[in-house]
C-alpha cells in the first residue's frame, strides 16, 4: 500500500480549486493593471464563476486582495532557495525576482498596512506571514552560523526580525524611488545583520557576491 496521502476528491476538491481559481485571477489583475482595478465582477468573468460563487468564498474585495497576496507568498517560496556558497547573491537574486512584479508590491504595503488593523481582512494573513518569514530567516540565519559564515553571537529571531523589516522597508522605499539597487541593499543588509562586516565589490555595481 502506497504511504503518500490520497489526492482530495468530491466537492472539498472542487471548493479548493475554485479558491484557487480565483487567487491566481486576483493575483494576475493586480500584475496586469494593479489592485485598484480588481473587481469582484472582473475576477468572476476571468474565473468563469458567478459573482455569487466568488462571494462565496471571499465575502468583499478586501478579502479578493488578500487572496492574491496568497498566491503571490506561494510563487515567491517556490524561489526563495537561498544557498550558503553565495549567500548575498542569492538573496539579491530573489529581491530581484520579486521587483520584476511592481503592482504586487505596491498591493503587499498597502496591505501590509491595513494589517495593522484587527478588524481588517488582511490582519490574519499579515500575522501569519509574520510568523512564517521570522521562523524562515532564523533558520536561515543558523544555517549560516552552523557553516561558519554568520557571527555565533546574533540572536537568530531577532536577526529574522530585524531582516524582514529591512526587506520590506527597502521595498517600500524603491517603490518611491526605483534609482537605486534593491537587490544590493537587501543583500548587504542581511551581510551587516548576520555580523559579517566586510562588504566586498563596487558599490554601483550590480548584486553583491561573496568573498
Do not use: C, N
Not at 131 to 160: C, K, N, S
Not at 183 to 203: N, Q, S, T
Amino acid at each position: 500500500m502506497s504511504g503518500s496521502t490520497p489526492s482530495p476528491r468530491g466537492p472539498y476538491a472542487k471548493t479548493r480549486g475554485r479558491v484557487e481559481a480565483v487567487r491566481r485571477t486576483a493575483f494576475e489583475l493586480v500584475v496586469e493593471s494593479g489592485h485598484r482595478s480588481v473587481t469582484i465582477a472582473e475576477v468572476a468573468r476571468r474565473a468563469d464563476l458567478t459573482e455569487a460563487q466568488v462571494l462565496y468564498h471571499f465575502p468583499s474585495r478586501e478579502h479578493l486582495l488578500v487572496g492574491a497576496l496568497e498566491h503571490a507568498d506561494r510563487r515567491s517560496r517556490a524561489h526563495q532557495q537561498v544557498g550558503v556558497a553565495d549567500v548575498r547573491a542569492a538573496v539579491a537574486a530573489t529581491v530581484e525576482a520579486e521587483r520584476s512584479d511592481p503592482e504586487v508590491l505596491r498591493l503587499f504595503v498597502a496591505m501590509s498596512a491595513a494589517a495593522t488593523d484587527p478588524t481588517h481582512p488582511a490582519h490574519e494573513w499579515g500575522a501569519r506571514r509574520t510568523r512564517a518569514i521570522v521562523a524562515r530567516y532564523a533558520e536561515l540565519l543558523t544555517d549560516l552560523q552552523a557553516q561558519g559564515w554568520a557571527d555565533p553571537g546574533v540572536d537568530p529571531h531577532r536577526f529574522a526580525r530585524r531582516f524582514m523589516a529591512l526587506w520590506d522597508g527597502l521595498q517600500t522605499q524603491w517603490l518611491l524611488d526605483p534609482t537605486f539597487d534593491l537587490g544590493r541593499e537587501v543583500a548587504d543588509g542581511l551581510a551587516v545583520l548576520a555580523g559579517r562586516a566586510e562588504i566586498p565589490g563596487p558599490r554601483g555595481g550590480g548584486p553583491a557576491q561573496d568573498a
